[in-house]
């Protein structure tokens, strides 16, 4: 029962933060970084340093499923690994359902952060939320990504992951 507890506790702080702030990662907002995971503090904002991807939304009224490279470059941050992410808008919104592993010796339990990019590549247009509990060391998952708001781009479009917290 804890643990059902802890992980709407983390939704709910997920939700929350997701309105307050952005996190880009350089030393401005949308600048360039030298090292993924970075983290910095310019003009008092903390800013992280994060991969961004490119991956196609609706090009009709459907939505073109979108996939990960799976080579030595994928998407890390703190213990989680993006392994592969698909996008939909299943829920009247975007979305999308991704399997991360978790890469630290501890089982963990984290929430999660999807980033859609507007054109400008540096404005978040999206923000998608998921929570996994209790993955074991080295175990891979099925994750749901929900925004609250917004519905995926046409066309191609940048993304990043973050984990937002975890224990």
């Known amino acids: 029962m804890k643990k059902y507890k802890v992980a709407t506790i983390l939704l709910i702080a997920s939700l929350g933060t997701m309105f307050l702030t952005n996190a880009f990662a350089a030393n401005t907002a949308g600048g360039k970084c030298t090292k993924a995971g970075q983290t910095v503090t310019a003009k008092g904002q ?67 952060n999807v980033s859609i990019f507007a054109s400008d590549g540096k404005t978040v247009a999206v923000s998608m939320f998921g929570v996994v509990n209790a993955v074991g060391p080295g175990q891979t998952v099925t994750v749901t990504f929900m925004s609250v708001s917004g519905d995926l781009p046409n066309g191609k479009f940048k993304y990043s992951f973050q984990v937002d917290a975890e224990f």
């Open 46 to 112: 903390k800013l992280t340093c994060s991969l961004i991807w490119v991956a196609s939304g609706p090009v009709a009224p459907s939505v073109t499923p979108s996939k990960s490279p799976a080579n030595s470059n994928s998407i890390q941050s703190k213990s989680f690994r993006l392994d592969s992410i698909s996008f939909n808008s299943d829920l009247g919104s975007a979305g999308a359902t991704a399997r991360v592993t978790n890469t630290s010796k501890n089982t963990r339990t984290a929430t999660l």
